[in-house]
Each structure stands twice: as C-alpha cells, then as structure tokens.
C-alpha cells in the first residue's frame, strides 16, 4: 500500500488540493499531513488563487482519517504523540487561517482526521452518500486541540463529546441537520453544486471574504477596536481597488469585476 500523496491542480482562479490514497480511503500519513500544509500555506500567499477546494481521490471517501498502522511508531508514548499532535496541528490550522475561503467535497467516509479537516474549511458539500463521524472511542486516541477547536466552530462542546460517546456514523442528512455540513446534495448532483459555490465566491469581493475571516479570528481571540491588527485590517479593505470597485458597480447599477486578488492582509493575531 502506497505512503500517499497531496496532488495540486490549477484551474485559473481555483485550486484544488487533492488527497491521493484511494486504496486507503484516502487516509492521512504523517507525511500527507506535512504536505497538505505545505500546499496550502504556498496557495495562501498566491495572488492569482481566490478559491481552495480540498478533496479526496475516488468516490469512497473524503478521508478516513489519519493513518493508523503507523500509530504504533509514530502516536505511542509522550514525546512521538506530542511530535504527532504538532504535525496534524500545522495542516488543520493552515487550512483554517488560508486567506482564500476554503471548500471541502465530501463524497462517502469523513471520519476522524478526515472529518476534523473537513471542519477546517469554510464549506462543507457533501453527497447524500457521505457518512460523518468521530468513531475514536475503539481506538483509545483523543481529538488534539487543533481539532477540537475546528470542531467547535461547528458544534456545541456537548455535541462533539457525543459524536465520540455514539461511536457510530451520521448520515449525510443527520450532519446537515446538526450543522456539520454546510450543504447535500444528490451523488449526481455533487460537481455541480461545487461549482455553483466557486461561482459565488468568485463573484464576491475577495478583501472582504479574506476579511472577513480574519476579523472571525480577531473576534474570537479577544482583539478590541483598538488592537494594531483590527487597525491594519481596516485599512487593507477600506484602502482597496475591492471595496472601491464594489461601490462604483453599485452605483453604476452593474455587477462588479473583482479579477484577482486585490493586495493583501496584515498577519494573522
């Protein structure tokens, strides 16, 4: 069986990170987490990339999670957990502070690992064959707190302890039900409610949905009105060819033409 891979596609203002282990349901080795955020963390400071879809390869499963038969060797004991911890950590958090809004597809198993990445990303569309969960409790692990944490933009604290205390998989239907997944749609009907989304966003002002997440951060990590980084923020928006394209298309009474991505933001808080 192979380690795995991150494959990368570009398709002009769009890419599409894929995660390339199919015969494994597309679970997660040390090393594709390292590539992941490798790969998203280039496309953040691309100019020319507005939107991120991640993906698994084939029709059974978005990921299965991390990979565990390297668990023995690389998640027994303090030191090789912690290690562990941090490397899972890095792709989770550099998917979840990417400027660009970031997409999951999710086609068959988001399970573990898988489905705490899926909760990494601003949008989550699944098929109606999808199946959700965080069945960690036969294995004796716990979700790091890069994971929690991306849950928890998601669910209550009370609903993550109880994916984990059920053990089994949601359907589709019952994640979108709970707020777990953005959107279902039939299997046929997947590629093109992905795209209806790309349309969308690449319609939209790319400073503000770049600020817009950035401001989410501020908000939730305590900054004030007064904070040098809510300050920088202000200042890239208001000061862009963004916000004064979108005003003059408004008054013009046309659609606006953002193009590309239009300078960028202060440093993450």
Not at 20 to 36: G, S
Not at 65 to 84: C, L, N, Q, V
Not at 123 to 150: K, N, W
Not at 188 to 196: D, F, G, K
């Amino acid at each position: 069986m192979s380690n795995g891979r991150i494959q990368l596609h570009r398709a002009g203002a769009v890419a599409t990170v894929v995660l390339d282990r199919p015969e494994a349901h597309n679970a997660l080795t040390a090393a594709m987490w390292r590539d992941l955020a490798e790969t998203v963390r280039q496309l953040s400071v691309e100019g020319t990339i507005r939107v991120i879809v991640i993906r698994g390869a084939g029709d059974r499963a978005f990921s299965a999670g991390a990979d565990i038969r390297e668990f023995p060797e690389r998640r027994t004991g303090f030191a090789a957990a912690w290690a562990y911890d941090r490397l899972v950590s890095a792709a989770l958090e550099t998917v979840q502070e990417a400027p660009q809004p970031v997409l999951a597809v999710i086609r068959g198993l988001a399970v573990g690992g898988g489905l705490e990445l899926a909760a990494a990303c601003d949008v989550r569309i699944a098929s109606d064959d999808a199946r959700l969960g965080l069945p960690i409790g036969r294995l004796g692990v716990m979700p790091g707190l890069a994971e929690t944490r991306a849950l928890l933009r998601l669910l209550p604290p009370g609903k993550i302890v109880e994916l984990v205390m059920r053990g089994e998989l949601l359907t589709a239907v019952e994640a979108v039900q709970i707020g777990l997944v953005t959107e279902v749609v039939p299997v046929e009907e997947l590629e093109a409610a992905v795209q209806r989304w790309i349309d969308r966003l690449l319609a939209l002002s790319p400073e503000t949905l770049r600020a817009t997440k950035y401001a989410v951060r501020l908000a939730t990590s305590g900054s004030t009105p007064d904070d040098p980084g809510y300050r920088a923020l202000l200042a890239s928006v208001y000061e862009s060819e963004a916000y004064r394209e979108g005003v003059r298309a408004f008054l013009e009474k046309r659609a606006p033409e953002f193009g590309e991505r239009g300078g960028g933001l202060p440093e993450r808080p």
